[in-house]
């Protein structure tokens, strides 16, 4: 029986060794991973010859001899040793993302281009679009030059559209920076807040390139923060008014309102808001990461830092053309979940 399992364990182990050893010399691993690979695959091998390692273990440990003991002992070191290689794989994702968003964002940036006179803002209303050309005049052409007597500029990010969306931006006057490729509405935001910085200025707004969102609306949105009651202010529909929402959809926001609420230990009443206001100073202690569905992320990352959040009533408009980037109602209910529970368990 014991010989049995240990031609297995060593066929395994020289397995392991052969892969690494290969996917190295073909440059599609690191020497670290081919290190810990044969390190692992040794260690197996060194079980399977000597089971005795494992009883000395086992001993040391205080555990009382019998048939199984032995091998319990392997499975724990087992699980152990997957657990730390777990934690490292994380960790190096982790890294591996953040390296790539800011390596998109360097891209991007290259892209920016400033209408003369809007090099300095106070209020930056950064729109994320994706083929969205045929929205995006009438909605840029709503906003506000000024707020409460700040001056607005509106900030476009073309997320990768395959349509005119930057050249339209361009002849209403807009500051606009691109993507090279589709990132999705978080990841576009964080570009946004990065050109915002740049202009100086202190108050970001968040809007949709569709017109579902009324600038007119817009200082009520900000007035919190400029009067230095709020961080954080979200539009709420719920507050307000929605026109033209399918009933799932109504439900969905609902019922992801009270999760949200429970996650945050704060009561939210409009969580997939896209129209909000913020502070420069909220938006670097944030640390958003989502790239999509980003809503619910903000609001308990908001929360886990501490700043003051307010809702003020707005009104959501349908969309003035073409159709939803949105996925359907199921996907759409799933992703928003899993986003936000990524987002509390950081």
């Not at 392997?74 to 934690?87: D, R």
């Not at 915002?196 to 202190?202: I, T």
Request: hydrophobic fraction near 50%.
């Amino acid at each position: 029986m014991i010989f049995a399992l240990r031609v297995p364990a060593i066929a395994l182990a020289v397995v392991v060794v052969l892969v690494a050893f290969r996917a190295y010399r073909r440059g599609r691993t690191a020497r670290f991973t081919l290190v810990f690979a044969v390190a692992i695959a040794v260690g197996v091998a060194a079980v399977a010859v000597s089971p005795s390692i494992v009883y000395a273990v086992r001993d040391r440990l205080g555990i009382p001899a019998d048939r199984l003991s032995g091998l319990v002992v392997a499975l724990v070191i087992v699980t152990g040793v997957q657990m730390l290689m777990l934690l490292w794989i994380l960790g190096r994702l982790d890294a591996s993302r953040r390296v790539l968003d800011h390596t998109f964002a360097a891209v991007a940036l290259h892209t920016l281009e400033v209408p003369p006179g809007n090099g300095s803002a106070d209020i930056a209303v950064v729109i994320p679009a994706l083929d969205e050309a045929a929205s995006l005049p009438l909605t840029l052409n709503a906003i506000p030059l000024q707020v409460h007597e700040a001056k607005v500029v509106p900030i476009v990010v073309d997320d990768g559209s395959r349509d005119a969306t930057r050249q339209v931006a361009q002849g209403a006057t807009a500051a606009v920076v691109s993507h090279p490729v589709t990132r999705g509405g978080g990841a576009a935001l964080r570009l946004g807040y990065e050109v915002a910085e740049r202009l100086g200025a202190k108050t970001i707004v968040t809007m949709d390139a569709d017109g579902q969102h009324d600038p007119k609306e817009m200082p009520q949105l900000v007035a919190p923060i400029l009067e230095g009651r709020a961080d954080l202010v979200i539009g709420s529909r719920v507050l307000g008014q929605q026109h033209g929402a399918r009933l799932a959809r109504r439900l969905g926001v609902r019922t992801f309102n009270s999760v949200i609420s429970l996650l945050a230990r704060k009561r939210v009443t409009d969580c997939a808001s896209g129209y909000r206001a913020l502070s420069v100073e909220a938006v670097e202690r944030l640390r958003l990461r989502e790239d999509q569905f980003h809503t619910g992320e903000t609001i308990l990352a908001a929360v886990r830092v501490r700043l003051r959040l307010e809702e003020v009533p707005v009104t959501i408009h349908p969309r003035l053309e073409g159709a939803s980037k949105k996925p359907g109602t199921v996907r759409y209910g799933f992703a928003f979940l899993r986003a936000m529970v990524r987002a509390w368990m950081r």
